[in-house]
């Protein structure tokens, strides 16, 4: 009697642990998860032809039983901005486009999808390590490239929005190394890609040079050359200070020497007409940006005048681009 109430007890107890070891076994299957942070650009000068990087953080978190190893890969598709592969992407405003890249390895290798055979480059691989408590997670760092050579890229906020498929994990019980393709839980996230390109305008300029002249008898002509650069439509206006002597009239600046001076002008046209001043919608020059350099002609003329000792006479413009 004794020995079989024994057996009740010691099955009961078996019954007991072995609910228990299901139950745990359930509750810790491998899962993990994926959160992107936004990648967002500094403001993106397109008339300086530069490339602007900027990054962004990738971060896997799994759970599951203790010690366990568990391969994970991301995949990053083209994203709501369409591409034609991973390292020619676009952020859109409207019809409008700034192409961009995705890179790992601080913008050494591009990074693609193996749900994206168009990218032309691979997912980007990783292993966590789960600890003694059964999680664990590893970050990985997104390079986003906005190229040169888009100069003619209107001033607008572009932005491109990867989810689902387009920003996914695929994960399981081996190492990475074996291959993606080996990897069949998957996860999806999103994130956006955002850049701002600015109005922006700069400008260049070349010496004015009326030559050596003997007797100031007769007017002297002679014009150079302003490079404005401005993005693509916006408005901008050039304008010339008064020089040295802080002219108030654009066709009284003078060119000193000492406390000699040689009288001269500044104008916008091939008629020495329209002086060249630095009032803004009066004597300045106007025009509308395309993203590439263009040629303003500054037409500047010597009147004839009392002719001072001989020398070098000179005068130092400034030139303001408002836009």
């Known amino acids: 009697m004794p020995m079989r109430a024994f057996r009740v007890i010691a099955a009961a107890i078996l019954a007991l642990w072995l609910g228990l070891l299901l139950t745990a076994g359930g509750a810790s299957a491998q899962s993990c998860s994926?959160?992107?942070t936004p990648l967002v650009f500094a403001p993106v000068d397109v008339?300086?032809?530069a490339q602007v990087d900027s990054t962004a953080?990738?971060?896997?978190t799994c759970t599951g039983?203790?010690?366990q190893l568990v391969g994970v890969c991301i995949d990053l598709g083209p994203g709501s901005g369409g591409a034609t592969d991973a390292t020619n992407r676009f952020m859109v405003n409207g019809a409008n486009q700034l192409r961009y890249g995705l890179f790992s390895n601080a913008g050494a290798t591009p990074w693609g999808s193996s749900a994206w055979a168009a990218?032309?480059?691979a997912p980007v691989g990783l292993n966590v390590n789960l600890s003694l408590g059964g999680t664990g997670s590893q970050s990985v760092i997104i390079t986003g490239r906005v190229f040169g050579g888009q100069p003619t890229v209107a001033p607008l906020a572009y932005a491109s929005t990867l989810s689902g498929i387009d920003a996914r994990i695929r994960y399981g019980l081996l190492s990475f190394l074996l291959g993606c393709n080996l990897l069949t839980i998957s996860q999806t996230s999103s994130f956006t890609v955002s850049a701002n390109v600015p109005p922006t305008c700069r400008v260049t300029a070349n010496d004015l040079n009326f030559g050596s002249v003997g007797v100031l008898s007769g007017q002297r002509d002679a014009s150079t050359n302003l490079a404005p650069?401005?993005?693509?439509g916006t408005a901008y206006q050039v304008g010339l200070d008064g020089g040295v002597s802080n002219a108030a009239n654009p066709t009284l600046r003078r060119m000193t020497k000492g406390a000699e001076f040689v009288t001269y002008g500044?104008?916008?046209?091939a008629g020495r007409v329209q002086p060249f001043g630095g009032a803004l919608g009066a004597d300045t020059l106007a025009g509308s940006g395309t993203g590439?350099?263009?040629t303003a002609t500054v037409y500047g003329r010597v009147p004839p005048q009392a002719t001072p000792s001989p020398g070098i006479y000179g005068d130092t413009i400034v030139v303001t681009l408002t836009y």
Not at 57 to 60: E, I, R
Not at 266 to 269: A, F, G, K, Q, S
């Open 65 to 67: 039983l203790p010690l």
């Open 292 to 294: 590439l350099a263009q």
């Open 34 to 36: 994926l959160s992107i």
């Open 229 to 232: 650069t401005c993005t693509n």
């Open 119 to 121: 990218g032309g480059a």
């Open 47 to 49: 008339t300086a032809n």
């Open 57 to 60: 953080t990738a971060t896997v």
């Open 266 to 269: 500044l104008y916008r046209d």
